[in-house]
Nanobody, 114 residues
Framework: VQLQASGGGLVQPGGSLTLSCAAS????????MAWYRQTPGKERELVAS???????NYADSVKGRFTVSRDYANNTMYLQMNSLKPEDTAAYYC?????????WGQGTQVTVSS
């Protein structure tokens, strides 16, 4: 199983980006897919998650600005990020969990700066 994250880049404060995480190597759904982010010197933190039942969860810092969604047909997860702030700058990682096994994708860098 491989997770491929994409969509990062440089954006001005107040701008938007959409991250994608495409899973390959499996035809089965993941019970939970999630986005984490990490900045140098800090621990990786949960940004948003979505279960295969459609239940979503967000970090307080991104509620109302970020939206996580899943395309079950293509085994892909998205993170729509609006009203971006400089403090959202980080490497974003996708994560998937199925039957107790956790998978990580490589990071995609998001930089919010004027």
């Amino acid at each position: 199983v491989q997770l491929q994250a994409s969509g990062g880049g440089l954006v001005q404060p107040g701008g938007s980006l959409t991250l994608s995480c495409a899973a390959s190597g499996t035809v089965f759904r993941f019970g939970v897919m999630a986005w984490y982010r990490q900045t140098p010197g800090k621990e990786r933190e949960l940004v948003a998650s979505a279960t295969d039942g459609g239940v979503t969860n967000y970090a307080d810092s991104v509620k109302g600005r970020f939206t996580v969604s899943r395309d079950y047909a293509n085994n892909t997860m998205y993170l729509q990020m609006n009203s971006l702030k400089p403090e959202d700058t980080a490497a974003y990682y996708c994560n998937a969990l199925r039957i107790g096994v956790r998978y990580w994708g490589q990071g995609t860098q998001v930089t919010v700066s004027s």
